[in-house]
């Protein structure tokens, strides 16, 4: 749905639900794909926030797990639907966690990652000296 621009606030409103009742189950890359399909039509569907808060203190439980692409895609989705320092306590710690696990596994990133990453930091306006020295 995301993907072809076929936008259904009903469904996404429903299956944000059940995503928030079912987060336990999903792995990393299902973590990353869910905030990646909500962003891209947030602004089609009702405010995303609730989810955006569950997912986020459920990625940092298993920040450990997730792969270049998988930050790279998380961040890019948290800033595309957070105005400039409009983000949760537990969006904060996410960003700060996956900013030191971007450091770890930087030589993993490819360009698009990369570029993704930096511009998700300037777009949420949160810095992240670490990892733009790294």
Known sequence: YARV???SPKLFDAISQKVTEELDV???QGIANIVW???KVSR???SPT???DDISRKALEKVDTFNSQEIANILWAYAKVR???DVSSSELLLFDALSQKAIEKLDTFNSRAMANTVWAYAKAG???PKLFDA
Do not use: D, E
Request: positive net charge; hydrophobic residues 30%; glycine residues 10%.
């Open 5 to 7: 621009g076929h936008l």
């Open 26 to 28: 999903f792995n990393s």
């Open 37 to 39: 399909a909500y962003a």
């Open 44 to 46: 089609h569907t009702s």
């Open 50 to 52: 609730k989810l955006f």
């Open 83 to 85: 105005r400039r320092g």
């Open 126 to 128: 949160h810095p992240s």
